[in-house]
């Protein structure tokens, strides 16, 4: 069974940190590209980074530089660092699992975690 579960979510002031946690099973992670996606209100879900299982990330150009993307393949849990946050981040964030060790279309989603940056 797929199981995909965010957490490290909340309300922060624009300027500060959050760190969300996807917690995954072996069989999702072990060997696979992960990713982390966002959706804000009225728009479409986004790319915001992604790993391959060799630990390559990948960024959206509006998080290039203020967030990163972390794997633990002993935990099977993948981070997203996420500093200077802005108003704009404002979203909810997905975990997401493919199928292959490289990044192609996700397969699997997490249920999501709310970020709200005030201003």
């Known amino acids: 069974q797929v199981q995909l579960v965010e957490s490290g979510g909340g309300l922060v002031q624009a300027g500060g940190s959050l760190r969300l946690s996807c917690a995954a099973n072996?069989?999702?992670?072990?060997?696979?590209?992960m990713g982390w996606f966002r959706q804000a209100p009225g728009k479409q879900r986004d790319m915001v980074a992604t790993?391959?299982?060799?630990?390559?990330?990948n960024y959206a150009d509006s998080v290039k530089g203020r967030f990163t993307i972390v794997r633990d393949n002993a935990e099977n849990t993948l981070y997203l660092q996420m500093n200077s946050l802005k108003p704009e981040d404002t979203a909810v964030y997905y975990c997401?699992?493919?199928?292959?060790?490289?990044?192609?279309?996700?397969?699997?989603w997490g249920q999501g975690t709310q970020v709200t940056v005030s201003s």
């Open positions: 072996g069989r999702v992670f072990s060997g696979k590209a």
């Open positions: 997401a699992a493919y199928r292959m060790s490289w990044v192609t279309i996700p397969n699997y």
């Open positions: 790993i391959t299982s060799a630990g390559v990330p």
